[in-house]
């Protein structure tokens, strides 16, 4: 099976900034670009931060309110350093969290939920920009027709991988959902079918009506 890599789905070329652009040029840089962040790339072409509008907003929050209804905000030391900030390197989230093109998919999203970042720059192995991989990047995997991802697990998982022959099991997709349907040699095979159907790329869910001639797990027998 071939899963789809952060490779394959990064964006490239990349919007990037350098270290001493100017407030104002960053703004009118993600405006001009229609993005929300840009990395900010160092004279060896390595990333450094991202810079996003919510920091550059952090400029806004810290101001006075101008009508006085609202109180001055208390913030940390390292939100008035971004607040004062004027430069790229002052402003931007730091250092860049990167991902590799060998990623997988599953690899960028949990990188991404863990540090609660949108995005990731892509370097090489000498750490030089090579793309930017989003959330919605990641989730262009479950655009997949259903009908490629039938003949994956039919052609590929089942039949190559599982060697299992071609009435042993009926396969539906419907938006990514997948019902299993027929019967294997043994109940220890069941929990493996379904893991690998998980781990297709575009699928949402699976279900599974499959039967099985032994039991050699040891578990308590399905009622007839």
Same mark, same amino acid.
């Given at each position: 099976?071939?899963? =789809?890599?952060?490779?394959?789905?990064?964006?490239?070329?990349?919007?990037?900034?350098?270290?001493? *652009?100017?407030?104002?040029?960053?703004?009118? !840089?993600?405006?001009?670009?229609?993005?929300?962040?840009?990395? +900010?790339?160092?004279?060896?072409? =390595?990333?450094?931060?991202?810079?996003?509008?919510?920091?550059?907003? $952090?400029?806004?929050? /810290?101001?006075?309110?101008?009508?006085?209804?609202?109180?001055?905000?208390?913030?940390?030391?390292?939100?008035?350093?971004?607040?004062?900030?004027?430069?790229?390197?002052?402003?931007?989230?730091?250092?860049?969290?990167?991902?590799?093109?060998?990623?997988?998919?599953?690899?960028?999203? &949990?990188?991404?939920?863990?540090?609660?970042?949108? $995005?990731?720059? +892509?370097?090489?192995?000498?750490?030089?920009? !090579?793309?930017?991989?989003? =959330?919605?990047?990641?989730?262009?995997?479950? *655009? &997949?027709?259903?009908?490629?991802?039938?003949?994956?697990?039919?052609?590929? !998982?089942?039949?190559?991988?599982? $060697?299992?022959?071609?009435?042993?099991?009926?396969?539906?997709?419907?938006?990514?959902?997948?019902? !299993?349907?027929?019967?294997?040699?043994?109940?220890?095979?069941?929990?493996?079918?379904? =893991?690998?159907? &998980?781990?297709?790329?575009?699928?949402?869910?699976?279900?599974?009506?499959?039967?099985?001639?032994?039991?050699?797990?040891? /578990?308590?027998?399905?009622?007839?």
């Amino acid at each position: 099976m071939h899963h =789809r890599t952060v490779g394959d789905l990064m964006t490239r070329p990349v919007v990037q900034a350098p270290p001493e *652009l100017p407030f104002k040029e960053l703004v009118a !840089l993600l405006a001009e670009s229609d993005v929300t962040a840009v990395p +900010v790339v160092d004279g060896s072409g =390595r990333p450094i931060g991202v810079v996003s509008e919510g920091d550059l907003l $952090r400029k806004s929050s /810290g101001q006075a309110d101008p009508s006085g209804l609202l109180p001055v905000p208390h913030l940390e030391a390292w939100e008035r350093a971004k607040a004062e900030g004027a430069r790229a390197e002052e402003l931007m989230s730091a250092p860049a969290v990167c991902a590799h093109p060998e990623w997988t998919v599953v690899e960028a999203a &949990r990188v991404m939920s863990d540090r609660n970042i949108k $995005r990731l720059p +892509v370097v090489d192995e000498t750490d030089k920009l !090579l793309g930017i991989i989003s =959330r919605g990047d990641l989730l262009r995997v479950f *655009l &997949r027709h259903d009908d490629a991802i039938r003949d994956e697990i039919e052609r590929d !998982l089942l039949g190559r991988t599982l $060697r299992l022959a071609p009435s042993a099991m009926t396969v539906d997709v419907r938006e990514g959902e997948v019902t !299993l349907d027929g019967s294997v040699e043994a109940r220890s095979l069941v929990p493996v079918i379904v =893991r690998l159907c &998980r781990g297709v790329d575009g699928v949402v869910s699976v279900t599974e009506h499959i039967a099985y001639d032994t039991d050699d797990t040891g /578990g308590p027998a399905l009622a007839a």
